[in-house]
């Protein structure tokens, strides 16, 4: 159950959304995300003016009547979002945790996908599939989602991304375009990823803390594994220490992107606490060029 005052940080995350949207990325979705294309709709009586490369010859043999097929455009998508609730997202070393900050990252994404009408679904995973929300148009499914976002109460701490993907590869079997929120911070996925991605159209958004990429150097600390409990006690001031850790923490990144790239899926970097408007206008503008 919410708390009452709770609602409130709901209501300003979707006003926020909804300006952030409106002012800045509304085309842009609109422009990447077209829908699957042109759809056979029904045979009618050919009028004057039809293309006549759509006459249906069968229905016209039989009909003793010229008839023609008609096609419309679908624009309607379906979004999905894979959202990370494992343990080591309630990490933070900012005013908000990678958990607080991803859930704005996916209301601004979902809340594109909804006044584009276009169909919004969650699963939300640990190292279980935590909620699974089918995709639905109405305003009171996407706030549900923000809700869960941001309180649901997940019973794992470890991360399975293998395990939501083949969840999601499951339950969805009409292409979709998915966006997969996590630290990715798991093992064994990269084969099903790239199977994901032939099915869907595979957005990976990784969010990391500032932290976990650059160490401050103020003595001795304690590290707690956030998702095995392990506890480690090190000096942050020791210069071998603090050089191995960050140079780790760069190959780990530039490792993760680059087999994001050999597989051909977009990725967007966010960091916790800088601003989160950049990656992803960059995002679209440079699908928008690819296009």
């Known amino acids: 159950m919410i708390p009452e005052e709770f ?24 422009s990447i995300f077209k829908g699957r294309g042109i759809e056979f709709s029904e045979v009618r009586e050919y009028q004057i ?37 494992s343990a080591s ?6 005013d908000k945790t990678k958990r607080e900050f991803a859930s704005e990252v996916a209301a ?30 109405r305003r009171v499914h996407f706030l549900e989602m923000i809700r869960d976002f941001l309180y649901f109460s997940p019973k794992g701490k470890k991360t399975d991304l ?8 499951r339950v969805i079997s009409r ?8 630290d990715f911070l798991s093992e064994d996925y990269w084969h099903l990823l790239q199977t994901t991605h032939k099915r869907h159209d595979t957005i990976c958004v990784v969010v990391q803390d500032h932290r976990e990429l650059v160490i401050p150097r103020v003595g001795l600390v304690e590290f707690e594994d956030a998702e095995t409990g392990e506890v480690q006690l090190v000096n942050t001031r020791e210069l071998s220490f603090a050089n191995s850790f ?6 780990r990144h530039a490792e993760l992107f680059g087999k994001f790239s050999s597989i051909g899926i ?16 960059k995002f679209f503008r440079d699908r928008q060029r690819r296009r």
């Open 7 to 30: 609602f409130s940080h709901i209501r300003r995350l979707e006003i926020t959304t909804k300006r952030l949207v409106t002012d800045l990325f509304a085309g842009e979705y609109e």
């Open 49 to 85: 003016g039809d293309d006549i490369r759509t006459i249906d010859w069968n229905v016209t043999a039989r009909m003793n009547r010229v008839h023609t097929k008609r096609f419309v455009e679908e624009r309607e998508l379906t979004i999905m979002f894979l959202v990370d609730l």
């Open 89 to 94: 997202s309630s990490f933070g070393s900012s």
């Open 108 to 137: 601004l994404l979902a809340y594109s996908a909804f006044l584009n009408q276009d169909k919004i679904g969650m699963l939300l995973f640990t190292d279980r599939v935590e909620k699974f929300l089918p995709p639905k148009k």
């Open 162 to 169: 293998k395990l939501a993907l083949n969840t999601l590869n």
């Open 175 to 182: 292409r979709c375009v998915v966006f997969i929120i996590s």
């Open 246 to 251: 960050e140079r780790k923490s760069r190959e």
């Open 266 to 281: 977009d990725a967007i970097p966010i960091i916790v606490g800088e601003p989160y408007i950049q990656p992803l206008m």
